[in-house]
């Protein structure tokens, strides 16, 4: 069964750095959504993407936050510089139609 | 602002028992809501989905009963086991596909054998 691939899955970071997140979406979905979940809370939508372009990051933190699906395939996501309030679980996810499928998550944890 | 708001927080249920869970919505134009389980270390996965046309879907031991004018929405697993112990998540969202959901706060379920 196809799955959302994600990496790393835990990153440990001092506040002030740079940080990056990759997601390799399911084959075909040309979908691609970036949440973040903060420990027990739901997650909510940082961008959405379809293909390459984005259609969605009106709650992306821009100052600091950037990502991008340059081939309309995996993507990226950034955080520079990193925040002790930005230490979350950010879930890829993608969808062909109407259901999302999540990855395992990278668990963020800023020092 | 929260437009989808879930209870309870926590829920605990014996082997065997109903487990139901409640979220409630303030956009009508959500038309679809899923429910999605997530165990710790993991991503949230699809359990079942409804749309606003039926009242009620049932997949194997779980059912999703909906009520368009009182905007609400629940989720019942029948004969809960130890292993539906999860974290659970109601959403929403609008329009078909390539549209953003919009989660609840999550319902820790244990299932005690």
């Known amino acids: 069964e196809a799955e959302v691939a994600q990496s790393p899955r835990y990153k440990i970071t001092e506040k002030s750095q740079a940080v990056a997140f990759w997601c390799d979406p399911i084959?075909?979905?040309?979908?691609l959504y970036w949440y973040r979940q903060i420990l027990g809370q739901g997650p909510e939508l940082l961008v959405q993407?379809?293909?390459?372009?984005?259609?969605?990051d009106s709650q992306l933190p821009k100052d600091r936050f950037s990502a991008e699906r340059l081939k309309g395939v995996d993507s990226t996501l950034k955080i520079q510089p990193a925040e002790l309030g930005d230490s979350a679980m950010y879930l890829c996810?993608?969808?062909?139609?109407?259901?999302?499928?999540f990855g395992p998550g990278t668990r963020l944890l800023v020092l | 602002q929260q437009q989808v708001k879930q209870s309870p927080q926590s829920l605990i249920v014996q082997k065997g028992g109903i487990s139901i869970i409640n979220c409630a919505y303030e956009?009508?134009?959500?038309?679809?809501f899923p429910w999605y389980q997530q165990f710790p270390g993991k991503g949230p996965a699809l359990l079942i989905a409804?749309?606003?046309?039926?009242s009620e879907k049932k997949e194997g031991r779980f059912t999703i009963s909906f009520n368009k004018s009182a905007k609400q929405f629940s989720l019942h697993i029948m004969d809960s086991q130890p292993g539906d112990s999860a974290t659970y998540f109601c959403?929403?969202?609008?329009?078909?596909?390539?549209?953003?959901?919009?989660f609840g706060e999550g319902t820790q379920l244990t299932v005690n054998p």
């Open positions: 996810a993608s969808s062909a139609q109407e259901t999302q499928y």
């Open positions: 084959s075909g979905h040309a979908t």
């Open positions: 993407f379809q293909d390459e372009s984005v259609v969605d």
């Open positions: 956009n009508t134009a959500f038309d679809y």
């Open positions: 409804i749309r606003p046309d039926v």
């Open positions: 959403a929403a969202s609008i329009g078909t596909s390539g549209s953003r959901l919009t």
